[in-house]
């Protein structure tokens, strides 16, 4: 999927969704370009996210790259599986809005402050930050939060 139709094809789903959780749309479609590869290596048919299963999810067993102590390292790991991408995009929002490492940090920041304090917790990239605001500046993604 080229860059243009994957931010076509999520765009107004998360549009619809993230403005009642008062996120950022922006960063949702950047991350999960990030996370997916612009859709090209999506886990299931809507795991854009890459989000790892919990207990009791439904999910499957993907070969991914993690920083452990500043160096990449392959592992197995278990993602969730989603039925359709609202359900995933609707899992991404209650993520950051009632996960509890998350909360004190989704309200009243500025954009830049959310992706520089969201990404240190999300993921093991150390540029994982700077990825997603460099994505949502060359993408012109701000445009989808009003």
């Not at 991350?31 to 290596?41: C, F, K, N, P």
């Not at 886990?43 to 890459?50: P, S, T, V």
């Not at 070969?63 to 790991?77: A, C, I, K, M």
Request: hydrophobic content about 40%.
């Amino acid at each position: 999927m080229t860059p243009e139709k994957f931010i076509d094809w999520l765009a107004p789903v998360a549009q619809r969704i993230c403005p009642r959780y008062k996120l950022y749309t922006s960063v949702c479609i950047a991350q999960a370009a990030m996370e997916s590869g612009w859709g090209r290596h999506t886990i299931g048919d809507y795991n854009i996210f890459g989000r790892k299963a919990a207990a009791g999810d439904l999910f499957t067993e993907v070969r991914t790259q993690e920083y452990y102590d500043g160096e990449l390292v392959s592992v197995v790991d278990k993602f969730k599986l989603y039925g359709s991408l609202e359900e995933a995009v609707e899992d991404w929002c209650l993520l950051l809005t009632q996960e509890p490492v998350y909360v004190e940090h989704v309200d009243n920041t500025s954009l830049e402050t959310f992706v520089q304090t969201m990404a240190s917790i999300y993921a093991t990239n150390p540029d994982y930050a700077y990825d997603i605001l460099a994505t949502i500046a060359a993408s012109q993604l701000t445009q989808y939060d009003e």
